[in-house]
Nanobody, 125 residues
Framework: QSQLVESGGGLVQPGGSLRLSCTAS????????IGWFRQAPGKEREGVSC????????YYTDSVKGRFTISRDNAKNTVYLQMNGLKPEDTAVYYC??????????????????WGQGTQVTVSS
């Protein structure tokens, strides 16, 4: 069946970096846009960054622009989220999700058909 597996989360100090990976199986990866979403305790889930099926289009929520970079390697069925300049407010469980939509629809409306299990990112000194 369709599956997404995230990895790369952890504890990092403010200003530090992490790279998250999302690896897919069970579906035609390069037919799908992929997004990263996060949910902090007591807050609603939000779309952080999304990338189109061939990687030509990307979306970033305002709070991460200039700090996070999304990319994908369709040969490896993997999407990456490079996170630099991390702040305590970036602390959350990060999920990846797949959908056959535009990056705006995927990230803003969360039109996701397959979700990963999530990986914890904690930014703290």
């Amino acid at each position: 069946q369709s599956q997404l597996v995230e990895s790369g989360g952890g504890l990092v100090q403010p200003g530090g970096s992490l790279r998250l990976s999302c690896t897919a199986s069970g579906f035609t990866f390069d037919d799908y846009a992929i997004g990263w979403f996060r949910q902090a305790p007591g807050k609603e889930r939000e779309g952080v960054s999304c990338i189109s099926s061939r990687g030509f289009h990307t979306y970033y929520t305002d709070s991460v622009k200039g700090r996070f970079t999304i990319s994908r390697d369709n040969a490896k069925n993997t999407v990456y989220l490079q996170m630099n300049g991390l702040k305590p407010e970036d602390t959350a469980v990060y999920y990846c999700g797949a959908g056959m939509n535009t990056v705006q629809a995927l990230c803003v409306s969360e039109t996701v058909t397959t979700w990963g299990q999530g990986t914890q990112v904690t930014v703290s000194s």
